[in-house]
């Protein structure tokens, strides 16, 4: 009946969604007349109400020609890619590829068959059993059975919420817990993929630290923007009135390539981890210096909803490192054989 329900909440949604973005305008952003997309702008009881717009505004008042008193306006623009230099100072200089060593921490709470299958597909990639790190979030008796020797069973529920954004979703105990099990391990990167999400590709730790280097960045993440100040829902959710650092980034909770150094200094980080962890995250390693970037080549292969993304079939074609949402059997067993080819 929940499901149901949900699934009906949810067509309702995109049905007033389209309904909005038919008969509403327009907007460009006032610098560059790149369109922010079409929705409805409602006045109403005093505010300025925006429906079915898909992008992040940022409200800014024109200057006037010409003074006025009567006519004032209003116009919006985006914010700028995420591009800001590290203002840390490193304990270790950028790691050199063929000294390079990737964990992949790996996100699940399914029955141990399906963990084992997606392990497979990591195995396939040409990860060994001690490159990947299983977090999981299932009960004891099924953590138990996974066969799996690197694993920790997570306590808290803060990362299986219904409603992630309204709930306030958080990673911090993985964080923590992961952090822990580094301090013996000889990883000087962190892949931090959820269950379904993976990889199409044999060599993918040599193009993210390759990739990671060229940028010159700390972490690299999946639709990754600045949403300070602006009209996105992470941003308006969380307690902005609060936060006085100039800049928040939000980006997908899956997907993103760190350091060792800036996942471990994250971790012990608590300052904003109260916040939903697609804000958290990223934002927390902005303050603490960090550079962050944005699988931009990458990025069209991760969404966050599996109608969004494209195809295997296409990704593999246009050249996708990973895919997500892969939800389904026979997508996984696609992906599975297609590594074990080598193509």
Not at 224 to 236: A, E, F, G, K, V
Not at 301 to 322: C, H, I, Q, Y
């Amino acid at each position: 009946m929940r499901t149901l329900s949900s699934k009906l909440k949810r067509f309702l949604r995109n049905v007033a969604v389209a309904f909005f973005r038919l008969v509403g305008t327009e907007v460009h952003d006032y610098r560059t007349g790149r369109s922010l997309g079409r929705g409805l702008i409602l006045p109403w009881r005093g505010r300025i109400h925006l429906l079915g717009f898909h992008h992040a505004f940022v409200s800014v008042p024109l200057p006037q020609k010409r003074l006025t008193y009567w006519h004032q306006a209003l116009a919006f623009t985006a914010h700028d890619e995420v591009d800001h230099p590290r203002t840390r100072q490193l304990e270790k200089p950028p790691i050199a590829c063929d000294q390079a060593r990737v964990l992949v921490l790996l996100l699940d709470h399914r029955a141990p068959e399906a963990v084992e299958k997606t392990l497979s597909v990591w195995h396939a990639a040409g990860f060994a059993p001690a490159d990947i790190l299983l977090a999981y979030g299932g009960n004891a008796a099924d953590f138990a059975a996974i066969a799996h020797l690197n694993k920790f069973h997570l306590s808290g529920q803060s990362h299986t919420t219904g409603h992630h954004q309204r709930e306030k979703q958080s990673y911090r105990e993985i964080l923590t817990r992961s952090t822990t099990w580094l301090r013996d391990l000889p990883h000087t990167h962190i892949l931090f993929h959820e269950y379904d999400h993976l990889p199409l590709v044999p060599n993918l730790p040599a193009r993210l630290v390759n990739l990671l280097n060229s940028e010159n960045a700390d972490l690299l993440g999946y639709e990754l923007y600045r949403r300070d100040n602006s009209t996105h829902p992470h941003w308006l959710a969380n307690e902005t009135l609060t936060y006085n650092a100039p800049t928040a980034v939000s980006m997908l909770g899956t997907g993103h390539f760190w350091t060792s150094e800036a996942w471990q200094a994250v971790s012990l980080d608590h300052t904003l981890a109260d916040w939903y962890l697609e804000l958290d995250m990223p934002t927390t390693a902005h303050r603490l210096g960090f550079r962050l970037r944005r699988h931009i080549s990458q990025n069209s292969f991760v969404k966050a909803l599996e109608n969004d993304r494209p195809s295997l079939e296409a990704a593999l074609a246009s050249g996708a490192w990973t895919l997500h949402p892969v939800k389904d059997a026979k997508t996984l067993t696609l992906i599975r054989s297609h590594l074990n080819v080598g193509t």
